[in-house]
């Protein structure tokens, strides 16, 4: 019920702006908080709202990797691709560092790293298995990202003017900044069809980087987990390191990923299947939002929420002043 009410709410908005502005996946999260206030799932409920939250969202992220092309991306050019995904290395890196110095726990912030740098609420809800991060931790940083990230739409033309941004310029900032491509189609097209394609393709190159992003961290975290089962067995450890599997390391989903971008980078997925393939995608994640939600406590949330906050808004603000930067080179 409550992912049918989101993407209900999400269709009403696609009917009278043309764009959600609050996409389904946050109606969701937020929706299923707030049913969580006032109903606490029995037993036989939470299996299957556990199932909902991990398996599910696995399955979603995997099939995102057939709308992606790696052709697209490399035509393009090299030094804005560079560009791009240096931006995106360095506020991760940023934002990571800025979310620890807070106080944040080390999941929430790579969280918040991730959904700032990359694609927000998408990249938030990809790298949360990875890291094992609970279902508090994911909907403070959706909740507070998903708030900026309206902002940002709404806010993000008035730079046209103030800085006498070209369409190709502004195209490139909306497409660095902005979180989510219906987001980024919103934001540009009010600045002209030149916008809208290339904020569209920067910002592909940015979901691009979800997947050695994910990737890295998948291994990062078996390396820790490998290395907290005890000082004794290091040594057996580290002899086996090298005959260890990738596809044991890392998550099947990513794989899976990493599988259909390449099948669809080389035209072995029909154009036909990409739009059931990517609203299967799309309706899996709100349902996995959705029971998110109902497994949140909001009380957690009034305990880390201004730290959250302050956050999101500082390495949304170094961000744009990154990307200001960058737009400006490529005058």
């Known amino acids: 019920m409550v992912t049918v009410i989101s993407l209900g709410i999400q ?5 009278v702006f043309d764009h959600p502005y609050i996409e389904a996946l946050v109606v969701a999260i937020l929706l299923g908080m707030a049913v969580r206030t006032a109903w606490e799932p029995s037993e036989r409920w939470r299996s299957g709202i556990a199932f909902s939250a991990k398996q599910l969202l696995e399955v979603a992220v995997m099939l995102l990797g057939a709308s992606i092309s790696f052709a697209a ?3 393009s050019g090299w030094l804005l691709i560079g560009a791009i995904a240096a931006t995106v290395v360095i506020m991760l890196a940023v934002s990571y560092g800025l979310a620890r110095l807070l106080g944040l726990k080390a999941k929430l912030a790579i969280l918040i790293a991730c959904g700032n740098s990359i694609c927000g609420n998408s ?3 990809a790298v949360a298995p990875v890291i094992e991060a609970d279902g508090d931790d994911i909907a403070s940083s959706i909740s507070f990202t998903a708030i900026l990230g309206v902002l940002m739409v709404l ?6 003017p103030l800085l006498k941004l070209t369409a190709t310029q502004y195209g490139i900032l909306a497409g660095l900044t902005v979180y989510a491509v ?7 097209v009010p600045a002209g069809i030149v916008s809208t394609q290339i904020g569209t393709l920067v910002k592909l190159v940015r979901v691009l980087m979800l997947g050695p992003i994910v990737v890295a961290l998948s291994l990062f975290v078996a390396r820790r987990r490998k290395a907290s089962t005890g000082a004794g067995a290091a040594e057996e450890g580290t002899a086996k390191t090298a005959s260890i599997s990738p596809f044991k390391l890392v998550p099947w989903f990513i794989i899976g990923f990493l599988v259909l971008a390449a099948l669809r980078s080389f035209q072995l997925v029909p154009d036909i299947a990409i739009a059931p393939v990517t609203k299967t995608a799309a309706i899996l994640t709100v349902v996995s939002m959705a029971a998110l939600g109902l497994g949140v406590d909001v009380r957690v949330l009034s305990t880390v929420g201004g730290r959250v906050t302050a956050a999101v808004t500082l390495s949304l603000m170094l961000l744009l002043a990154l990307s200001i930067g960058l737009v400006h080179f490529f005058k």
């Open 73 to 75: 991306i490399l035509a």
């Open 182 to 188: 219906p987001q980024v189609l919103a934001a540009t």
């Open 11 to 15: 269709a009403a908005e696609e009917r």
């Open 123 to 125: 990249a938030i809800a």
């Open 155 to 160: 806010g993000l033309p008035l730079l046209i």
